[in-house]
């Protein structure tokens, strides 16, 4: 069954403003991935936050994790039309297998 | 670098026959390879995990007899349907790691349709 549950599952924005999105989890991992997928194509692994990391910069890119929570927020600052997409966190618990979320279609319009 | 390809990227079939999907990795030595699987507006779900030279681990709820994987050298994992029927219709993704990285590397996935 699918660990992840992420929020929201579509989010509309205009090109220049940041879209925000949240993944929750349950049970303790090693670390959490952030995906993105554009229509029909295969998977851009984004960033990779350790459990015992609690924040991660990748260009545009923010992930926050709060393991005491168990959840985890992908910030994508000044969106560009190219950024639309499904993105997807996903889970490492430490069984070599990732976990992913239901998953967040983000569209950008121009 | 770190760079996976499936052929094909399309496939159209008959019910009742079987295909062959292929993943390798381009620049890479995988140890271990994972399929996946995806229905339309839906998240990837996890067949099974294949290490090179060893009998793939799936998970439950999916039959291995109808989904073959072997796993027969570092660079290259295959996954075949068999009998395959309009309800294996789907977007078939693989990934590849080895030992030393955490992430994952996607292929391009291939989309399987069963008339």
């Known amino acids: 069954s699918q660990q992840g549950e992420e929020d929201p599952q579509a989010l509309s924005i205009q090109e220049g403003e940041n879209a925000t999105m949240n993944c929750s989890y349950k049970?303790?991992?090693?670390?959490l991935q952030w995906y993105r997928q554009n229509s029909g194509r295969g998977l851009v692994h984004l960033i990779l936050i350790r459990s015992n990391e609690r924040e991660k910069h990748s260009g545009r890119l923010r992930v926050t994790l709060d393991t005491s929570k168990k959840s985890s927020s992908l910030l994508i600052t000044a969106s560009r039309a190219a950024d639309t997409a499904s993105y997807f966190c996903?889970?490492?618990?430490?069984?070599?297998?990732?976990?992913f979320g239901a998953g967040t279609i983000l569209r950008v319009k121009s | 670098g770190a760079v996976v390809s499936q052929h094909p990227s399309w496939v159209i079939c008959k019910s009742g026959t079987s295909v062959k999907i292929e993943c390798r990795s381009l620049d890479f030595q995988a140890t271990t390879m994972f399929w996946y699987r995806q229905f339309p507006k839906q998240s990837l779900m996890l067949m099974a995990t294949?290490?090179?030279?060893?009998?793939?681990?799936?998970e439950q709820g999916v039959e291995k007899d109808k989904f073959l994987i072997n796993h027969a050298s570092l660079t290259l994992s295959t996954l075949t349907v068999t009998s395959a029927h309009p309800e294996d219709s789907s977007f078939y993704i693989c990934s590849a790691k080895t030992d030393w990285r955490e992430t994952q590397y996607f292929g391009p996935g291939t989309r399987l349709l069963v008339l």
């Open positions: 294949s290490n090179e030279g060893s009998k793939a681990t799936y």
């Open positions: 049970t303790s991992i090693n670390n």
């Open positions: 996903a889970t490492d618990a430490y069984g070599n297998k990732l976990v």
